[in-house]
């Protein structure tokens, strides 16, 4: 029954039909608390194999997401930690530390909510690209506060995570244009007009990197190159649970067929789900620390996760 779940679970990890880094991460523990509870006396030596590999299975199923990687790494880490002998304290160790992750990520969304709403200001335009929980939290927390402003995003090709993040701030009241993804540095530039021109830029991110450079969703550079030469403030919002430490990560290449389903025979089509912010673009992080420059994540991350590799 569990590997009929993992199973489950890896495929809508693997579909983008469970997508962002907390919603991945959050996926992840509930299927291995589920897992603990299904857990039998005399079965401990087999039953700990088979977590370790559903462990290191639902890390393996999206290469750029250190976020899920990290928290699972804690959970393997305190399996070989412990010397359990009974299934009983194995459930304990197993459903305590996934409920203590999940409240980490609901509480540092929380924080990172406050500290990036100080940034938004009545009358801004602001601009977000792609789908980021985190991101829509800061703006949700911003509008709770009585500030108006206008968001502008992208849509997002070729699965159009951008429509998510437009239909979930409009639900809540917050004025949103959307504009084609090659539009995006345009738009930011100065060329658009003072009418158009955006005030702030704020991203998220699926990996913070040791040098402060991050990875995140494919045409994430453009616009930070944009944001650079108009001068235009751009922060990222995300925890530093996401940090890479060892700063080797596998940009994701997913299938020709989301992009373009029936192609033209021998057309080869490339689709890369992500690319690289350098830190020098980024005026700061919004973290659940407060806001920090891009220098300062790694050591802020390892002094208050020493458990990250």
């Known amino acids: 029954m569990f590997m009929n779940q993992l199973q489950i679970t890896l495929n809508k990890i693997k579909n983008v039909k469970i997508q962002g880094a907390n ?17 039998k006396e005399g079965n401990f030596r087999e039953n700990r194999v088979k977590l370790l590999s559903a462990i290191s299975q639902l890390s393996l199923v999206r290469p ?27 459930k304990e160790l197993i459903t305590g530390r996934c409920s203590f992750l999940k409240k980490l990520i609901n509480d540092n969304a929380a924080k990172i909510a ?11 335009k602001i601009f977000t690209h792609c789908h980021s929980k985190t991101v829509e939290d800061i703006f949700i927390k911003a509008k709770k506060q009585n500030k108006v402003f206008s968001l502008f995003n992208t849509e997002t090709r ?8 437009a239909k979930n701030l409009l639900e809540h009241k917050i004025p949103v244009t959307m504009v084609a993804d090659s539009a995006a540095e345009f738009l930011i530039s100065e060329t658009s007009g003072k009418d158009l021109m955006m005030d702030l830029v704020i991203l998220g991110a699926d990996a913070i990197l040791p040098d402060g450079s991050i990875i995140n969703k494919i045409g994430s550079y453009g616009i930070a190159l944009s944001c650079f030469y ?9 925890s530093l649970l996401k940090l890479d430490a060892d700063g080797v990560i596998t940009i994701e290449l997913r299938s020709e067929q989301e992009i373009w389903p029936h192609k033209p025979k ?23 620390f407060g806001l920090i420059k891009p220098r300062q994540a790694f050591k802020l991350a390892k002094s208050h996760y020493p458990w990250i590799k």
Request: glycine share 6%; charged share 15%.
């Open 230 to 238: 108009t001068k235009v403030p751009l922060y990222i919002a995300c």
């Open 64 to 90: 750029t997401e250190p976020f899920n990687q990290n928290l699972l790494r804690s959970i393997s880490a305190i399996i070989n930690q412990n010397k359990i002998s009974a299934a009983g304290d194995f």
């Open 114 to 124: 406050v500290h990036g709403s100080k940034l938004v200001r009545t009358g801004q």
């Open 266 to 288: 021998n057309l080869r089509i490339i689709n890369f789900a992500f690319d690289k912010i350098p830190a020098q673009f980024i005026t700061g992080f919004i973290t659940e």
């Open 23 to 39: 919603a991945i991460a959050l996926a992840s523990l509930n299927t291995l608390a589920k897992y603990a509870q299904t857990l």
């Open 158 to 165: 070729p699965l159009f995570q951008g429509r998510i993040t």
